[in-house]
């Protein structure tokens, strides 16, 4: 090839054939790789340029699909609190957390299907405690890096019309405190910093929940298991009758009672009654019951303590974690102003006149731990102070009046 190269090179140099069909004058060697030089630079670019747009295609017509329960039980409070959530204005994350099985994905398409969120829906999943979610994200895309992921957010914003959205689900096997991290750190990146897209995480258990952190920019939301009016609708003894028959269907109100209306456990139990006795599985389920319930009381004592002594530590913010006495007093009253308003209607930023900002709350979060106050942002001339759950804002309704601004708060004892 290259001898190739240097006989046409002396060919234009000499005036030959190629010279001629180009106007009869000879160009040096130099000129000549001058030229190559310049097409190459611009196939180059031309091929960058397709891989960009086949990057931003990807996430253009990316669907979110969730498999459809042969049988549904319709959960109408659930579906319409995360409809209310999936707001592609509010720049704040979105953490859904619930037990396995307990219909998170299924509740999250049915929201994007009814709000016409048909593509431009990115479903990163996580299956191993190996790749982080930036890592993962690129790879599904087939970026060659994190800045064309970014840029390929921004170019389908355009073509759709409204910001992507990129939904992160995290299997309950998935334990690796560097994957939860990345989640935390990618939501708020590319959600809340950058605005590039709407982040949406699914958790399948607590703990992780508890794990999650956005720099208190998230709305967190928990789907729980089926209410005492849920479980008297058709629907379950129908789901009864599709999962275990007759048998499934004649020990209804048992079967409930053993799960605590947590449909994974229910449809399990049910098929169970297909090739056991009813006693068989009851002496079944007790026995994991027992360790079950012990489960559950441990974790809900651990939240509890885990929100009372993020309250703490966000109250007693001092100079050590690089606040002014200014901003120290602001910060308390921020919580006692969250705790007096509505849970739904939390308290404006601009309020403070600049007092304590939202950069304040990140720098308190970030130097402190404290995750009981969030900021949400639907705009950026409408940034509030919200309590980070309904448990947290009775805490702080409990906690806030017996705080004095010049001294640390107390612990109450609520155990």
């Not at 069909?21 to 030089?37: E, N, R, Y």
């Not at 659930?78 to 994350?93: E, F, G, N, T, Y």
């Not at 885990?306 to 602001?330: S, T």
């Amino acid at each position: 090839m290259w001898h190739g190269i240097r006989a046409m090179f002396t060919r234009v140099q000499a005036g030959g054939p190629i010279a001629k069909a180009v106007g009869g004058v000879g160009i040096t060697a130099a000129g000549f790789t001058a030229c190559v030089t310049s097409m190459d630079v611009v196939r180059r670019h031309l091929q960058e340029a397709r891989d960009r747009a086949r990057v931003t295609a990807r996430v253009v017509h990316s669907p979110f699909h969730a498999a459809e329960p042969a049988t549904e039980i319709p959960r109408e409070q659930v579906q319409a609190q995360i409809s209310s959530l999936l707001d592609l204005h509010d720049r704040s994350p979105l953490l859904i957390w619930g037990n396995h099985q307990s219909g998170k994905s299924f509740a999250l398409f049915k929201a994007c299907k009814e709000a016409g969120f048909h593509q431009g829906v990115v479903h990163v999943k996580l299956d191993s405690d190996k790749e982080t979610a930036g890592e993962r994200l690129r790879q599904q895309l087939g970026a060659p890096g994190h800045v064309e992921v970014e840029e390929a957010l921004k170019q389908a914003a355009k073509t759709l019309g409204r910001v992507p959205i990129v939904v992160l689900e995290i299997p309950r096997q998935v334990s690796e405190m560097k994957v939860l991290a990345s989640c935390s750190g990618l939501a708020k990146t590319l959600g809340y910093d950058a605005e590039l897209a709407k982040v949406i995480v699914l958790a399948s258990s607590a703990s992780m929940a508890l794990r999650f952190d956005a720099d208190a920019r998230e709305v967190r939301c928990q789907i729980a298991s089926l209410s005492e009016e849920e479980c008297q609708q058709q629907e379950v003894q129908e789901f009864l009758k599709h999962h275990g028959g007759d048998a499934a269907v004649e020990h209804k109100a048992d079967l409930l009672q053993l799960t605590g209306g947590n449909v994974g456990k229910l449809e399990e139990l049910a098929k169970d009654l297909k090739i056991q006795t009813f006693e068989q599985v009851r002496q079944e389920a007790i026995g994991e019951q027992d360790g079950f319930v012990l489960y559950l009381c441990l974790c809900a004592v651990l939240v509890a303590m885990c929100q009372e002594q993020q309250i703490l530590d966000f109250l007693g913010i001092d100079v050590q974690g690089g606040f002014g006495p200014k901003e120290v007093a602001a910060a308390k009253e921020v919580a006692r102003r969250v705790a007096d308003a509505p849970f739904h209607q939390c308290v404006r930023v601009k309020d403070f006149g600049g007092r304590f900002t939202s950069k304040d709350l990140a720098q308190a979060v970030k130097a402190r731990g404290a995750h009981c106050i969030y900021v949400k942002a639907t705009t950026k001339a409408d940034e509030r102070f919200c309590a980070a759950s309904p448990s947290v804002h009775a805490l702080l309704k409990q906690m806030t009046p017996a705080l004095v601004t010049d001294t640390k708060p107390k612990r109450w004892g609520i155990f």
